[in-house]
T-cell receptor, first 112, second 114 residues
């Protein structure tokens, strides 16, 4: 069963706009990770946020985590056509699980 | 791709035949994973390994077995392929200190079972 669920399932925006994707999860976590997948390729790790962190930045990416609401968001600022991809959140288990559980992803299309 | 190679990249096989997919890493990482990706389901964990000869089941392990006889290779075997196992299979390695560190993925094996 999926731990994280992304929302929306699909998002289409114009170049230069910001894109926000959300992830909700069910059980306590140690950390939450975001990944990107270009068509026909494997997933690429973007950012990891620990349960005791509230916000993290990496370049044009901003991730927030609200453990009280069991949710996270990924914001991509000033989007580019090259950001077109699917984005997935992944969560572990609080007990030090050896497994990451992925959501179904948000498909982002950035139109030039 | 962080030293991960999956082979083959594409395979078409018939129902009932055994199939083995290979994942090879060059970096000596302890944790290795096999996921399958299907439309509407995202990525689902099949099996994982936490060391040589140490493996455990994921959420969709039925019909699959794995072996890890050396650190660098993690094999996924479909004992008797079925059409429901048509999917894209991804191998991943955990590149940090702990099991829930970031994963590096291979580029996948597209398997079609006819």
């Amino acid at each position: 069963s999926q731990q994280g669920e992304e929302d929306p399932q699909a998002l289409s925006i114009q170049e230069g706009e910001n894109a926000t994707m959300n992830c909700s999860y069910k059980t306590s976590i140690n950390n939450l990770q975001w990944y990107r997948q270009n068509s026909g390729r494997g997933l690429v790790h973007l950012i990891l946020i620990r349960s005791n962190e509230r916000e993290k930045h990496s370049g044009r990416l901003r991730v927030t985590l609200d453990t009280s609401k069991k949710s996270s968001s990924l914001l991509i600022t000033a989007s580019r056509a090259a950001d077109t991809a699917s984005y997935f959140c992944a969560t572990d288990g609080k007990g030090g699980s050896e497994k990451l559980v992925f959501g179904k992803g948000t498909k982002l299309t950035v139109n030039p | 791709d962080a030293g991960i190679t999956q082979s083959p990249r594409h395979k078409v096989t018939e129902t009932g035949t055994p199939v083995t997919l290979r994942c090879h890493q060059t970096e000596n990482h302890r944790y290795m994973y096999w996921y399958r990706q299907d439309p509407g389901h995202g990525l689902r964990l099949i099996h994982y390994s936490y060391g040589v000869k140490d493996t455990d089941k994921g959420e969709v392990s039925d019909g699959y077995s794995v072996s890890r006889s050396k650190t660098e290779d993690f094999l996924l075997t479909l004992e008797s392929a079925t059409s429901s196992q048509t999917s894209v299979y991804f191998c991943a390695i955990s590149v940090g200190q702990g099991a829930n560190s970031p994963l590096h993925f291979g580029n996948g094996t597209r398997l079609t079972v006819t």
